[in-house]
C-alpha cells in the first residue's frame, strides 16, 4: 500500500530524512516512533502527498477519499464557529461538500461519535470544548473518513489514560477488520499494538516486527 524507495525527504534546503526505503503492506498496523523533531511529521506528510519527496520514489495506493489522516497540530482555529458534528463531517471528502447532510454523512458521524464515546458532543459548540474533548472529536474525524487507510499522528496528545486505552482497543478492531494504519506516537503502549515498528533515529530508518498478525 505505501513503498519508498531510497527517499530524501524534507524541504528544500533542508533535507530531514536520506535514503528512507519503508514498506507498509495493505493490513499492517505501522507505529512510527524516534526522539522529537527527527523528521516523524515530515515522513506522514510525505507519505501522503503533502509534501513532495526531495529524491527517490514514494508512493501510496490508497484512494486519498478513503484515508483518514489527524494532524499533529490542530489544524482547526479554537473559535471555529461549528459544532462537533459539523467539524466531523469537514473530513468526509468522499461524501459531498463539507457540513452536508446526507444521510451518508451522518451515519458517518454519528458511527464515529459513538467509536470516541462522545455521542453526547454531537451537537456542542467545538470552541468550548476542552483540549482532551477537541482531540477526540478531530479524531472522531478523521475516523469517519478513513475506510482502508487511518494515519494519526499523536493521537493521544490531551486525551486521559482511559480515553487511550479504549482507543487503542478501536484500533486493534479496526486493523483486524482489514483497516491498515499508519500511527506516529510517543506513547510506549502504542509499540505493544503494532505488527510493524519505524524507528528513526540517527542511524536512519529501522523497521522491526512487532506483534504478530
Same mark, same amino acid.
Given at each position: 500500500?505505501?513503498?519508498? &524507495?531510497?527517499?530524501i525527504?524534507?524541504?528544500?534546503?533542508?533535507?530531514?530524512?536520506?535514503?528512507?526505503s519503508?514498506?507498509i503492506? $495493505?493490513?499492517?498496523y505501522?507505529?512510527?516512533?524516534? @526522539?522529537? *523533531?527527527?523528521?516523524?511529521?515530515?515522513? #506522514?506528510?510525505?507519505?501522503?502527498?503533502?509534501?513532495?519527496? #526531495?529524491?527517490?520514489?514514494?508512493?501510496?495506493?490508497?484512494?486519498?477519499?478513503?484515508? *483518514?489522516?489527524?494532524t +499533529?497540530?490542530?489544524?482547526?482555529?479554537?473559535?471555529?464557529?461549528?459544532?462537533?458534528a459539523?467539524?466531523?463531517?469537514?473530513?468526509? /471528502?468522499? /461524501?459531498g461538500?463539507?457540513?452536508s447532510?446526507?444521510?451518508?454523512?451522518?451515519?458517518?458521524?454519528?458511527?464515529?461519535?459513538?467509536?470516541?464515546?462522545? @455521542?453526547?458532543l $454531537?451537537?456542542?459548540?467545538?470552541?468550548?470544548?476542552?483540549?482532551?474533548?477537541?482531540?477526540? &472529536?478531530?479524531?472522531?474525524?478523521?475516523?469517519?473518513?478513513?475506510?482502508?487507510?487511518? &494515519?494519526?499522528? $499523536?493521537?493521544?496528545? $490531551?486525551?486521559? &489514560?482511559?480515553?487511550?486505552?479504549?482507543?487503542?482497543? #478501536?484500533?486493534?478492531?479496526?486493523?483486524?477488520? *482489514?483497516?491498515t494504519?499508519?500511527?506516529?506516537? !510517543?506513547?510506549?503502549?502504542? +509499540?505493544?499494538?503494532?505488527? /510493524? #515498528?519505524? !524507528?528513526?533515529?540517527?542511524?536512519?530508518?529501522?523497521?522491526?516486527? *512487532?506483534?504478530?498478525?
Open positions: 500500500m505505501i513503498e519508498l &524507495v531510497d527517499a525527504i524534507g524541504y528544500p534546503r533542508k533535507p530531514v530524512l536520506e535514503g528512507v519503508l514498506t503492506d $495493505e493490513g499492517d505501522a507505529v512510527i516512533h524516534g @526522539e522529537n *523533531g527527527c523528521g516523524k511529521s515530515t515522513l #506522514l506528510k510525505t507519505i501522503l502527498g503533502i509534501i513532495k519527496p #526531495l529524491e527517490g520514489t514514494v508512493a501510496c495506493s490508497a484512494n486519498p477519499s478513503e484515508i *483518514g489522516y489527524l +499533529q497540530l490542530n489544524p482547526l482555529r479554537f473559535d471555529f464557529p461549528a459544532t462537533c459539523e467539524i466531523i463531517s469537514t473530513g468526509l /471528502k468522499c /461524501k461538500s463539507p457540513f447532510k446526507s444521510r451518508e454523512v451522518q451515519e458517518a458521524v454519528w458511527l464515529s461519535l459513538e467509536r470516541m464515546g462522545i @455521542e453526547d $454531537e451537537n456542542a459548540d467545538y470552541r468550548q470544548l476542552s483540549g482532551g474533548q477537541r482531540q477526540r &472529536v478531530l479524531i472522531a474525524r478523521a475516523l469517519a473518513a478513513a475506510r482502508t487507510l487511518l &494515519v494519526l499522528d $499523536e493521537p493521544t496528545n $490531551e486525551i486521559d &489514560v482511559q480515553t487511550t486505552q479504549a482507543l487503542f482497543t #478501536l484500533l486493534d478492531q479496526l486493523n483486524q477488520g *482489514g483497516m494504519i499508519l500511527m506516529v506516537s !510517543h506513547d510506549a503502549q502504542a +509499540q505493544a499494538h503494532a505488527s /510493524k #515498528l519505524v !524507528h528513526l533515529g540517527g542511524d536512519g530508518v529501522r523497521v522491526e516486527e *512487532g506483534r504478530p498478525r
